[in-house]
């Protein structure tokens, strides 16, 4: 069996993190767990360093897309499992059905897509799986993928592009009670708002790259 390492990137995420982490490692699935705390000024650092975990440290918040580059960098297993660090209802089950179709060379990349209940967040991921963040993915088939780091939230955007226009197998995996929290609770619906816009400018520079 390949070897499997989950990057979490987490920016200010005390609240979720510590049931994320717990659930990765309650899987059993993951021979590495890296955490890619990414210029937090809340707890985030402290709770994941409380596991025996890698746990990347970056001065600045940078984005999501460069703290999954920096996480990249350090995994040494043939498979890697991105996850959000502000899931809600995730369970080992869950983990298990993203990876099993890459570990079993069905296709090279699972996408998550969630079915919560929750009306918008079930909306959203209907029209626009290629939005989400739960992926896993052979990492050889990454090769041809450059900068990372540039591409902030449009970083799954631009996954799902170069898989479809390289012609590389990759299956929707239905991820049933699965929600996170909105920007708008997570950090006021004036930030969470502009931080919403400024990730639909990126998806959007994504889609014409």
């Given at each position: 069996?390949?070897?499997?390492?989950?990057?979490?990137?987490?920016?200010?995420?005390?609240?979720?993190?510590?049931?994320?982490?717990?659930?990765?490692?309650?899987?059993?699935?993951?021979?590495?767990?890296?955490?890619?705390?990414?210029?937090?000024?809340?707890?985030?650092?402290?709770?994941?360093?409380?596991?025996?975990?890698?746990?990347?440290?970056?001065?600045?918040?940078?984005?999501?897309?460069?703290?999954?580059?920096?996480?990249?960098?350090?995994?040494?297993?043939?498979?890697?499992?991105?996850?959000?660090?502000?899931?809600?209802?995730?369970?080992?089950?869950?983990?298990?059905?993203?990876?099993?179709?890459?570990?079993?060379?069905?296709?090279?990349?699972?996408?998550?897509?969630?079915?919560?209940?929750?009306?918008?967040?079930?909306?959203?991921?209907?029209?626009?799986?290629?939005?989400?963040?739960?992926?896993?993915?052979?990492?050889?088939?990454?090769?041809?993928?450059?900068?990372?780091?540039?591409?902030?939230?449009?970083?799954?955007?631009?996954?799902?592009?170069?898989?479809?226009?390289?012609?590389?197998?990759?299956?929707?995996?239905?991820?049933?009670?699965?929600?996170?929290?909105v920007k708008e609770a997570k950090f006021g619906f004036f930030k969470g708002f502009f931080m919403?816009?400024?990730?639909?400018?990126?998806?959007?520079?994504?889609?014409?790259?």
């Open positions: 069996m390949r070897k499997v390492t989950v990057i979490i990137p987490a920016f200010n995420e005390e609240c979720t993190l510590l049931n994320v982490l717990q659930t990765v490692v309650a899987s059993q699935k993951a021979d590495e767990i890296i955490v890619v705390n990414d210029g937090s000024n809340d707890s985030t650092g402290t709770i994941a360093e409380n596991f025996e975990i890698k746990v990347i440290n970056l001065p600045e918040n940078k984005g999501k897309a460069n703290a999954i580059a920096a996480g990249l960098e350090q995994a040494s297993g043939e498979v890697v499992l991105f996850l959000d660090a502000d899931l809600i209802g995730l369970n080992p089950e869950h983990i298990t059905a993203l990876l099993q179709p890459v570990l079993q060379d069905e296709v090279k990349m699972t996408v998550g897509k969630f079915y919560s209940g929750a009306f918008w967040t079930s909306l959203s991921q209907h029209i626009t799986p290629f939005l989400s963040g739960q992926r896993a993915i052979e990492k050889k088939a990454l090769q041809g993928f450059e900068h990372f780091e540039k591409l902030g939230f449009g970083l799954e955007t631009a996954l799902t592009l170069y898989f479809k226009k390289n012609k590389i197998v990759y299956k929707e995996v239905l991820l049933k009670g699965v929600t996170h929290i919403r816009m400024r990730m639909y400018v990126q998806i959007l520079k994504s889609l014409n790259r």
